[in-house]
């Protein structure tokens, strides 16, 4: 499949299933986009999204927007982060549309596809590039890893730039901090080779567009005061975290900085701070704060870098802990999200089964709207 026929065809399902829409960035300004989450509740809270056909169960977390319905239970308090990161309650045992709660609302840019160059992840006897991958960073001194595999006992990581070779070192692990010197020249292309010593390289992945680049103290800058406003607000923590996630993998740079970044007008808004998002959810999971919501996140923030295999790990453990009511419409969109994988890398079987159970999900939610665009996706598939 060509990276364009790719890149359709994952935009059109995004924009359909998902019913996102796309926001221009001003001239000038990066995009900081806030989407609304419920922050906490004392007890059930419902949703009704447009397209459902009643109010269902939802978590701590769940992404809000402003078409949507809300109602809590009798007595329960509840309340939600706004897009201007306003802190209102919801009125207590009534339906409240999102709108009245959240006056202020931005057009949320859609799941973007996988770059060209960037789709692979899936042989395991490859020490393929996980983190930086295509992507900006906010740290001079970022953690490099890669995929361990078998019977490799050392690798040699390779820093390079378009004058050559920058930092080279072995380790037996499959990870490592880089020391900070040399020191990386924000808005410089670098790129990373990891050679086994099995022979077997990163450059085996056949991928060519994984090359990351620093943020420049101004850029830097403006996110940090945007991280800082989100923790300042004391949220929940799951939910500061995805509101950090959000920010970094929604992050596009200014359009007058793009040419500092050797970065055109058709390819900068590929690049975000896709590895700091990971880090972010990733840390919670190491601290046990294991949730649907957080690993489908995770598994959408893997794809967009390109990374195949990582994705579908994170939407099968969100579809595995998605053992609760409140949980349906996350499993739901791990299940679509896994279509999406398959589909895009000619594993039309798989595809057909995970459209299939997603279809059943949206039928059951009385969504008939994403049901009906699925199963024209079923039928496609299964003529080729």
């Not at 009125?91 to 770059?115: D, E, H, M």
């Not at 300042?232 to 950090?244: D, I, P, S, Y």
């Not at 594993?347 to 969504?367: C, E, F, M, P, V």
Request: glycine share 6%; with cysteine.
């Amino acid at each position: 499949m060509s990276s364009l026929n790719l890149t359709c065809k994952i935009l059109v399902l995004s924009a359909v299933v998902l019913g996102m829409t796309k926001t221009a960035i001003a001239q000038g300004q990066a995009a900081t986009v806030y989407s609304a989450r419920i922050d906490s509740s004392t007890g059930k809270v419902f949703l009704k999204r447009p397209d459902w056909s009643n109010f269902r169960l939802v978590s701590v977390g769940t992404e809000l927007n402003q078409g949507d319905q809300i109602k809590p239970d009798k007595g329960v308090r509840v309340r939600v982060v706004c897009p201007n990161l306003s802190k209102p309650f919801v009125p207590v045992g009534v339906q409240s549309g999102l709108k009245t709660i959240c006056p202020v609302w931005q057009a949320i840019i859609s799941k973007a596809p996988a770059p060209a160059g960037t789709l692979g992840g899936n042989n395991p006897l490859i020490p393929y590039l996980i983190t930086p991958r295509h992507t900006l960073l906010l740290s001079s001194t970022p953690t490099f890893r890669w995929n361990a595999i078998p019977k490799a006992t050392q690798y040699t990581v390779t820093l390079q730039s378009s004058t050559g070779v920058v930092w080279q070192k072995q380790v037996k692990n499959n990870s490592l901090v880089y020391p900070g010197l040399p020191r990386l020249q924000p808005g410089t292309n670098y790129s990373l080779v990891i050679k086994a010593n099995n022979g077997k390289t990163s450059q085996d992945e056949g991928t060519s567009n994984l090359d990351f680049r620093v943020l420049r103290k101004s850029e830097a800058a403006a996110i940090q005061s945007e991280v800082t406003k989100i923790t300042k607000l004391g949220l929940n923590e799951q939910v500061t975290a995805l509101m950090l996630a959000n920010l970094y993998s929604r992050y596009t740079l200014p359009q007058d900085a793009i040419q500092a970044y050797g970065l055109t007008t058709d390819t900068f808004k590929s690049y975000n701070l896709s590895a700091d998002a990971i880090t972010t959810l990733e840390t919670l999971v190491k601290k046990g704060k294991r949730s649907t919501i957080i690993y489908r996140s995770l598994g959408d923030i893997y794809w967009q870098t390109g990374l195949a295999q990582k994705a579908v790990d994170n939407y099968l453990a969100a579809i595995k802990l998605a053992k609760n009511d409140e949980d349906l419409e996350e499993k739901i969109l791990a299940q679509f999200a896994l279509g999406e994988v398959y589909a895009a890398t000619d594993d039309n079987k798989q595809a057909i089964s995970w459209y299939s159970q997603a279809k059943n999900g949206y039928t059951l939610l009385g969504d008939s709207r994403r049901a009906n665009f699925l199963k024209q996706q079923i039928e496609s598939l299964r003529q080729q």
